[in-house]
């Protein structure tokens, strides 16, 4: 969902573009460098650059499922058009992906699982040094599953980042090895969608062996143990009517964090299904946290 004022804000910042370029020279453009990294897995990557920056700060994007490396192209000219009106020098903005469906976990005994530590501790110094090295900050944004990819990073390996903005991420307040009776109880008390609520059982049984493994990574059980004062910032959003039912998972997970003392802004979307965000407010929020 596209907010009218989101797309009133884009226009005016189009028109203000246009007026500022046209007795100048080209308007600066994104440079795109795309490619592969092979270590346990391989993993695609796209490097998004804008020429004459001055920021030394990377946003890593995570995608959500069926997604792919080049998500960042979706919201790339609003933000930015919002980034360079409101004087703000654009970060390096870096994306990867293992493909539609990967999550970042952990040694378990699964065959798929061990990205984590792989992604942190090779993946991330290779794109780096595609750049000249980290020289700012590292800011993590992620949706649906990339959401909760973001999740296990910010708090899991959270020194490592200054902010975490995680949309309408994969929290539920029930175990994807539950009984069948738990998972229906789920379903009609949040109103989510039974194939997508299975859907997403199947994906996460395929890289978690047994409950124990998953409440090692359970975004509402990590809250519990990582969030405090101290912990990274975190822009958290999700819509009311998510049909995965995210929403009642993600409220959990703010409150925690909230009577821990941890600096979260909550921003539920009222009315909003699956991953109803507004760019903008995630705009404006990287550049007063940082």
Not at 99 to 118: A, H, I, M, T
Not at 251 to 259: H, R, S, T, V, W
Request: negative net charge; contains cysteine; glycine residues 8%.
């Amino acid at each position: 969902m596209r907010a009218i004022a989101n797309s009133l804000i884009l226009f005016i910042l189009v028109l203000f573009s246009a007026e500022s370029w046209a007795f100048g020279s080209r308007p600066p453009q994104v440079i795109e460098t795309c490619g592969s990294l092979t270590f346990q897995r391989t993993a695609k990557y796209c490097i998004y650059q804008m020429e004459g920056s001055k920021s030394k700060n990377i946003i890593y994007v995570l995608h959500g499922r069926g997604q792919h490396e080049r998500v960042w192209k979706e919201y790339a000219d609003q933000i930015n058009g919002f980034w360079k009106t409101m004087g703000y020098e654009i970060p390096t903005v870096i994306s990867f992906t293992y493909g539609s469906d990967w999550l970042l976990v952990e040694e378990n005994g699964s065959p798929l699982s061990g990205l984590l530590d792989e992604v942190v501790d090779r993946v991330m110094p290779a794109l780096e040094e595609k750049i000249g090295g980290l020289k700012g900050e590292r800011i993590l944004v992620g949706g649906s599953m990339g959401g909760f990819n973001t999740t296990q990073l910010a708090l899991k390996r959270g020194h490592l980042f200054s902010q975490a903005i995680i949309l309408c991420p994969a929290m539920t307040t029930f175990s994807p090895f539950d009984p069948l009776s738990i998972v229906w109880e789920y379903i009609e008390r949040t109103h989510a969608k039974p194939s997508k609520v299975f859907a997403a059982i199947e994906l996460v049984q395929k890289f978690f062996p047994d409950d124990q493994a998953w409440l090692r990574a359970s975004p509402v059980e990590l809250a519990k143990k990582y969030l405090n004062s101290s912990s990274v910032p975190i822009y958290l959003s999700c819509g009311t009517h998510d049909e995965y039912g995210f929403f009642e998972g993600t409220e959990q997970f703010y409150q925690i964090g909230k009577d821990r003392g941890a600096r979260i802004k909550w921003k539920p979307v009222p009315f909003g299904k699956h991953c109803d965000f507004s760019e903008l407010d995630i705009a404006w929020y990287m550049i007063n946290e940082i």
